[in-house]
C-alpha cells in the first residue's frame, strides 16, 4: 500500500510493478497477468492505492510485496478504452449509472490495466473500472 498525488503515480507505479516482477522472477513463479491498482480514497494528491498484479497461484510475500485477494461479490464495470486521461469520464459514466440503478459504491474502486501503452504503443490504453456495491 502506497500513498502518492497523481502527478507522482507513473513514477511510483513503475517503480512498484518493478519489484513485484523482479520478486516473482526470483522465485521462479509463473509471469504475473494482469496490473492493477486498487484506489482507497480519491483525493488527487493525497491518494491512498495498493498496487499489484493478478497471478495465477498464491505466492509467498517478502518486505512490502504481499498476496492478497479481491473479495466476491456485485460490481458495476466499465472498459475504458482511450488514455489514462480521460478516465475521469468512465468514472463519472459509472458513479451516473450506480445512482440511476439505486445503488451505493463501496469504500474502494479498482482498475486493472489490460494491456500496456510502452509494449502497444499503435493500441489505445484499455483500463476495466470496478466499483464494488454496497
Not at 496490473?35 to 493478478?54: A, C, K, P, R
Request: aromatic share 12%; with cysteine.
Amino acid at each position: 500500500r502506497k500513498t502518492t498525488s497523481i502527478q507522482n503515480m507513473p513514477s511510483l507505479l513503475g517503480a512498484c510493478y518493478g519489484e513485484i516482477i523482479e520478486y516473482v522472477g526470483e522465485i521462479r513463479a509463473k509471469e504475473p497477468i494482469e496490473s492493477f491498482v486498487i484506489y482507497y480514497n480519491m483525493d488527487m494528491s493525497n491518494l491512498e492505492i495498493d498496487v499489484g498484479f493478478t497471478v495465477s497461484e498464491r505466492l509467498p510475500g517478502r518486505g512490502q510485496v504481499k498476496m492478497s485477494s479481491i473479495p466476491a461479490g456485485k460490481y458495476a464495470v466499465a472498459l475504458h478504452e482511450g488514455p489514462y486521461d480521460t478516465l475521469t469520464d468512465t468514472y463519472n459514466e459509472l458513479t451516473s449509472f450506480v445512482k440511476e440503478n439505486d445503488n451505493e459504491v463501496g469504500d474502494w474502486v479498482y482498475e486493472v490495466y489490460l494491456n500496456n501503452p510502452m509494449d502497444n504503443p499503435d493500441e489505445p490504453p484499455r483500463t476495466m473500472i470496478y466499483f464494488p456495491l454496497k
